[in-house]
């Protein structure tokens, strides 16, 4: 999967922030749900816009940005 095709950034939107499809929701809010201990499919049935596939790009989003910071750092 390509989450180039669903994460999107807009400078006037949440702050430049990465989104789920030019939606207002963010990668950040998605990991801070898994987090929390919510499902996938509790995820998808409080925002049913959101589908599986657009958790993994925020999943694989947020796991490319922290490779790269290790790379940044070293």
Known sequence: ??????????PGKRGGQPCIRNMRITVYDILGWLG???????IIDDFPELNKEDIYAALQFAADREQKS????S
Do not use: N, P, V, W
Not at 1 to 10: A, F, G, N, V
Not at 36 to 42: H, R, Y
Not at 70 to 73: K, N, P, T
């Open 36 to 42: 929390s201990g919510m499902s996938m499919d509790d």
């Open 1 to 10: 999967m390509d989450y180039h095709q669903i994460i999107t950034i807009e």
């Open 70 to 73: 290790l790379r940044i750092a």
